[in-house]
């Protein structure tokens, strides 16, 4: 079956870096646009990141544009999210996300098929 596993994250201070990898298996992993959504505490999942099946193409939320990068090693079936200058705000569970739907990438958590279980990152002040 498939299975989408996240890791990395953690504990972080304001304006630390830390890096989220999420292993895929069970699926062909280079036919799936790839995606990152977090959900913080008292609030609904939101979109952050996603990037398209050749990680050719990314796209980001504007929360975090020009902090985080996307990308993929469709060799290693693998997809990551680098999250420099980290805020407070950035505190979350984040879940990565494969979907078979969009032509290039897409951001609507509908379209994504499967999810994995999430990691936590918490950054303090």
């Known amino acids: 079956q498939v299975q989408l596993v996240e890791s990395g994250g953690g504990l972080a201070q304001a304006g630390d870096s830390l890096s989220l990898s999420c292993a895929a298996s069970g699926l062909t992993f280079s036919n799936y646009v790839m995606g990152w959504f977090r959900q913080a505490p008292g609030k609904d999942r939101e979109f952050v990141a996603t990037v398209s099946r050749t990680g050719g193409s990314t796209f980001y939320a504007d929360s975090v544009k020009g902090r985080f990068t996307i990308s993929r090693d469709n060799s290693k079936n693998t997809v990551y999210l680098q999250m420099n200058s980290l805020k407070p705000e950035d505190t979350a569970v984040y879940y990565c996300?494969?979907?078979?739907?969009?032509?290039?990438?897409?951001?609507?958590?509908?379209?994504?098929?499967?999810w994995g279980p999430g990691g936590q990152v918490t950054v303090s002040s």
């Open positions: 996300a494969a979907s078979l739907r969009g032509a290039s990438w897409t951001r609507r958590q509908s379209d994504y098929d499967y």
